[in-house]
């Protein structure tokens, strides 16, 4: 919240809010309409867009995966959703704060491993906090 919606009427700024809450809840439906997808309720890890199980399965500690936020890292791995294609493939969406040399280079990181492809929107188009974060499309 930015530091002069503090000064305004407590209403107002619950009614900018809500409006806010309204546009990012739109803009995600509308990219779910766009690529036909739909949201998986599944573990968000690398490994199972190669088709893979996690290998942290059955464990509460991240560090045991590879595949999982531990590899990519913070800031990158931020605000994860797994989704199911059309093809019954999958697609990770992330809204980092990070910028996209950040991405970019988390992802170079991990080499052959994980030949993802990236797509990078522009941050006025992540519906986590347009204008702040990254949007970002990960498959296979």
């Known amino acids: 919240m930015s530091s002069h919606m503090l000064k305004e009427d407590p209403e107002v700024v619950r009614k900018k809010l809500a409006e806010r809450r309204m546009l990012c809840a739109k803009m995600k439906n509308d ?3 766009r690529r036909g997808v739909h949201e998986s309720r599944g573990h968000v ?5 190669f088709g893979r199980h996690c290998k942290q399965w059955g ?3 991240i560090l045991h995966c590879p ?3 531990s590899a990519v890292g913070h800031p990158v791995w931020d605000h994860m ?10 697609l990770i969406t992330l809204h980092p704060y990070a910028t996209r040399a950040q991405v970019v280079r988390a992802f170079k990181a991990l080499g052959d491993k994980y030949p ?3 797509t990078i929107h522009r941050r006025k188009e992540s519906w986590w906090y347009p204008g702040v974060t990254l949007f ?5």
């Open 31 to 33: 990219w779910i309409l």
């Open 81 to 90: 959703k797994i989704w199911v294609k059309k093809d019954r493939g999958l």
């Open 67 to 69: 595949g999982c936020a």
């Open 116 to 118: 993802v492809k990236l």
């Open 45 to 49: 890890c690398l490994e199972r867009l």
């Open 59 to 61: 464990y509460r500690d």
């Open 136 to 140: 970002v499309e990960v498959e296979r």
